[in-house]
């Protein structure tokens, strides 16, 4: 077959057959282009939501400390209604020895 054809008609099928494979690398590099932008803008997109998840979770670890403030916290309401409790108690017999009525 190669006998049969002149250069100019070899050369002619060289320089299609080669701007096909360019045009084909092209569009291949264009397509590879465009999926790292993507894969770029979800990356992005990841990394923004990260840290807004971040920010509303930074202060998570304090909870054990608040929780033990609120058992301290709970403690002292606890006393505090008792020796109210007894006052009210040391009022009302106080009342009740001078005669006075409520």
Known sequence: MLNNMDTMTLWSYSLIAGAVVILIVAALLI???TAARRVDKHAADIWVAGKHIAGNTVSIWMLSTTNKVA???LETAGSIN???ASIDDKISMLANA???RK
Do not use: K, P, T
């Open 31 to 33: 397509m590879l282009i």
């Open 82 to 84: 008792s020796r109210a």
């Open 71 to 73: 058992g301290e916290i």
């Open 98 to 100: 001078l005669g006075v």
